[in-house]
């Protein structure tokens, strides 16, 4: 059946949840496109054997009062501040800090920037001290060498991830500020689809004109403006007329098994999360969730989400074992080296979730390739992309895009 919207936004993860709610709110006609069966994208919450836990640790950065009272305005309750640091493993121990926030007193051996993260961090750290301290974890999570990484992924886990001093985080999980984005889309006359994806962006004389969709209810979308926060290579793919030929080089997805455990005991730890770089250890950090939100876990039990990244191939150690095997390790590994619990076997899996295509690893020297599709998508008028790589980021990215298509309201009102 076909339709008509003011704004067409595509997907409802934080970004399409944002610029939706903010056109809304600005009297446009909005119609916000999810192909999945709920809203928040990788930003969801799960819940089984009594326990709340995120679809992996969403530290939201929301950075200023206003940006605090918008979501508790949203929730209707109060945010939690969780009062400490991301921690990291330095010489067996566990510290506060990140990596790749430390520094040293003095730089003696710095470097000049060359477009990768090993040029980026050597040019504020020194070559030495990055080498020491920050490479190994940077290395484990990725799987490419600092000289092969672009300066942009280094830029964005130092400057747009840092919470020196604890963060504020929505009761029940981050699933929570989702559906309530959700809720207050819906309120302010906005309509939401899910299971509905996009199978078609047409366009004419280089603008947009509407989308087709599927799902149960398939038609067209006749609209003034679309806001794309899905991958670029998804809307390309759909362009109607066909997109130019060479926007979509191939690209590296890095795969991430999310391994959850719980046990009746008390908590491993009293951090939140912590960044493992020994080698000998499945995962590159473990979040512990109710040092997040009490609430989420109840009293005498403890539940842990192991992020373990690999290539998501055959030849990965950790990827080809199976659910029960990595969970075991992971469990293995909690006393074995690191020496956390004395007792492994007390924990049991609770849910292993596994992403082969988790994000994007782009090498130093094909960031230009990389950037092919979305300069070709904002060359189209009417289309406006909403791109950003934290919860907040994210938001913010949405509301943006929403301002440059016109209904905005005021940044910070509710």
């Given at each position: 059946?076909?339709?008509?919207?003011?704004?067409?936004?595509?997907?409802?993860?934080?970004?399409?949840?944002?610029?939706?709610?903010?056109?809304?709110?600005?009297?446009?006609?909005?119609?916000?496109?999810?192909?999945?069966?709920?809203?928040?994208?990788?930003?969801?919450?799960?819940?089984?054997?009594?326990?709340?836990?995120?679809?992996?640790?969403?530290?939201?950065?929301?950075?200023?009062?206003?940006?605090?009272?918008?979501?508790?305005?949203?929730?209707?309750?109060?945010?939690?501040?969780?009062?400490?640091?991301?921690?990291?493993?330095?010489?067996?121990?566990?510290?506060?800090?990140?990596?790749?926030?430390?520094?040293?007193?003095?730089?003696?051996?710095?470097?000049?920037?060359?477009?990768?993260?090993?040029?980026?961090?050597?040019?504020?750290?020194?070559?030495?001290?990055?080498?020491?301290?920050?490479?190994?974890?940077?290395?484990?999570?990725?799987?490419?060498?600092?000289?092969?990484?672009?300066?942009?992924?280094?830029?964005?886990?130092?400057?747009?991830?840092?919470?020196?001093?604890?963060?504020?985080?929505?009761?029940?999980?981050?699933?929570?500020?989702?559906?309530?984005?959700?809720?207050?889309?819906?309120?302010?006359?906005?309509?939401?689809?899910?299971?509905?994806?996009?199978?078609?962006?047409?366009?004419?004389?280089?603008?947009?004109?509407?989308?087709?969709?599927?799902?149960?209810?398939?038609?067209?979308?006749?609209?003034?403006?679309?806001?794309?926060?899905?991958?670029?290579?998804?809307?390309?793919?759909?362009?109607?007329?066909?997109?130019p030929e060479g926007l979509l080089p191939p690209?590296?997805?890095?795969?991430?098994?999310?391994?959850?455990?719980?046990?009746?005991?008390?908590?491993?730890?009293?951090?939140?999360?912590?960044?493992?770089?020994?080698?000998?250890?499945?995962?590159?950090?473990?979040?512990?969730?109710?040092?997040?939100?009490?609430?989420?876990?109840?009293?005498?039990?403890?539940?842990?989400?192991?992020e373990v990244y690999g290539t998501?191939?055959?030849?990965?150690?950790?990827?080809?074992?199976?659910?029960?095997?990595?969970?075991?390790?992971?469990?293995?590994?909690?006393?074995?080296?690191?020496?956390?619990?004395?007792?492994?076997?007390?924990?049991?899996?609770?849910?292993?979730?596994?992403?082969?295509?988790?994000?994007?690893?782009?090498?130093?020297?094909?960031?230009?390739?990389?950037?092919?599709?979305?300069?070709?998508?904002?060359?189209?008028?009417?289309?406006?992309?909403?791109?950003?790589?934290?919860?907040?980021?994210?938001?913010?990215?949405?509301?943006?895009?929403?301002?440059?298509?016109?209904?905005?309201?005021?940044?910070?009102?509710?």
């Amino acid at each position: 059946m076909d339709s008509r919207s003011d704004v067409v936004v595509l997907g409802a993860g934080p970004a399409g949840l944002a610029a939706a709610l903010r056109a809304a709110r600005g009297g446009a006609r909005v119609t916000l496109l999810e192909a999945g069966p709920q809203v928040g994208g990788l930003c969801r919450t799960l819940q089984s054997h009594g326990c709340r836990y995120d679809l992996g640790g969403h530290i939201p950065f929301l950075r200023t009062a206003e940006r605090v009272d918008w979501a508790e305005h949203l929730l209707g309750q109060e945010l939690i501040w969780v009062d400490r640091p991301v921690a990291r493993l330095q010489d067996g121990r566990v510290v506060p800090g990140r990596y790749i926030d430390q520094h040293p007193d003095h730089v003696p051996d710095a470097v000049a920037p060359d477009g990768t993260a090993a040029g980026e961090l050597g040019s504020t750290v020194g070559a030495s001290f990055r080498d020491r301290v920050i490479r190994q974890y940077m290395e484990k999570v990725d799987g490419w060498p600092l000289e092969v990484i672009a300066a942009d992924r280094a830029v964005k886990l130092r400057d747009e991830q840092r919470a020196p001093d604890g963060f504020w985080f929505p009761p029940g999980g981050i699933g929570s500020l989702m559906e309530a984005m959700h809720r207050a889309v819906g309120e302010a006359g906005g309509t939401v689809r899910l299971g509905t994806p996009m199978t078609a962006l047409h366009h004419r004389g280089g603008r947009v004109t509407g989308v087709e969709v599927g799902g149960d209810d398939p038609g067209t979308i006749h609209a003034d403006a679309v806001i794309s926060a899905v991958t670029p290579g998804l809307v390309v793919r759909a362009a109607d007329p066909a997109a130019p030929e060479g926007l979509l080089p191939p690209i590296t997805m890095r795969a991430v098994a999310l391994v959850y455990l719980m046990a009746e005991r008390a908590p491993v730890s009293d951090e939140a999360w912590i960044q493992v770089n020994h080698p000998e250890v499945p995962f590159s950090r473990i979040a512990e969730f109710i040092n997040w939100d009490p609430g989420m876990v109840p009293a005498g039990r403890t539940v842990l989400c192991a992020e373990v990244y690999g290539t998501g191939g055959d030849d990965d150690p950790w990827w080809s074992l199976d659910d029960a095997a990595l969970a075991r390790a992971v469990a293995d590994a909690m006393a074995h080296p690191l020496g956390w619990v004395d007792a492994p076997s007390a924990f049991r899996m609770l849910k292993v979730v596994r992403m082969p295509r988790a994000y994007p690893l782009v090498e130093a020297w094909r960031v230009g390739e990389a950037m092919r599709a979305p300069t070709w998508l904002a060359s189209l008028d009417g289309l406006e992309l909403a791109r950003g790589g934290t919860v907040v980021t994210a938001i913010e990215a949405g509301e943006a895009a929403a301002d440059r298509a016109g209904g905005a309201v005021p940044a910070g009102v509710a």
